[in-house]
T-cell receptor, first 113, second 109 residues
Framework: SAVISQKPSRDICQRGTSLTIQCQVDSQVTMMFWYRQQPGQSLTLIATANQGSEATYESGFVIDKFPISRPNLTFSTLTVSNMSPEDSSIYLC??????????FGPGTRLTVT | GQNIDQPTEMTATEGAIVQINCTYQTSGFNGLFWYQQHAGEAPTFLSYNVLDGLEEKGRFSSFLSRSKGYSYLLLKELQMKDSASYLCAVDTGGFKTIFGAGTRLFVKA
């Protein structure tokens, strides 16, 4: 199994600012995924990040709002740009396991005031 | 469209058996996941069903009927630590997984 860490674990930000979330994996992985989980809601895939290529965004998510970096096989960042209160959520990164399962990071709890 | 339905909340008694149902309608289907998520924690993998039928793994079992778009998670000998949200999720292919909203299970003494 993969061990995933995220920084920060939580943050309170003012509207209009940006926050970059870091995701570190203890092994090399091809694909990393970024999800959002709003209170009481399901996990929603934001984008898939492959090392060495542009991230692939899901419907409703755009690169200008959620730029992603994937500089190597163990690390990725997600930036939430020009934040509004609607961006308050938990952001999770995940990677695929050896089978079909995904391993998730502990999440970053973001509150935008 | 993509739709995954599961009950919002369930309550069961310690030592009992509980069944959490999930129905889905998705544009693609490779398999169905169940994840457990304790409050404030990341989801953890429980099971993955590809073929119809029941798969048992200790106290947890998962059932799939592809023709009916239906799955359930069966938890036996409930323990207090089983209080958590249980997420049904469909692997639609292309490395894309769609999650249901989750069923919050409360286990009472």
């Amino acid at each position: 199994s993969a061990v995933i860490s995220q920084k920060p674990s939580r943050d309170i930000c003012q509207r209009g600012t940006s926050l970059t979330i870091q995701c570190q994996v203890d092994s090399q992985v091809t694909m990393m995924f970024w999800y959002r989980q709003q209170p009481g809601q399901s996990l929603t895939l934001i984008a898939t990040a492959n090392q060495g290529s542009e991230a692939t965004y899901e419907s409703g998510f755009v690169i200008d709002k959620f730029p992603i970096s994937r500089p190597n096989l163990t690390f990725s960042t997600l930036t939430v740009s020009n934040m509004s209160p609607e961006d308050s959520s938990i952001y999770l990164c995940s990677v695929e396991g050896s089978g079909y399962e995904q391993y998730f990071g502990p999440g970053t709890r973001l509150t935008v005031t | 469209g993509q739709n995954i339905d599961q009950p919002t909340e369930m309550t069961a008694t310690e030592g009992a058996i509980v069944q959490i149902n999930c129905t889905y309608q998705t544009s693609g289907f490779n398999g169905l996941f169940w994840y457990q998520q304790h409050a404030g924690e990341a989801p953890t993998f429980l099971s993955y069903n590809v073929l119809d039928g029941l798969e048992e793994k200790g106290r947890f079992s998962s059932f799939l009927s592809r023709s009916k778009g239906y799955s359930y998670l069966l938890l036996k000998e409930l323990q207090m630590k089983d209080s958590a949200s249980y997420l049904c999720a469909v692997d639609t292919g292309g490395f894309k997984t769609i999650f249901g909203a989750g069923t919050r299970l409360f286990v009472k003494a």
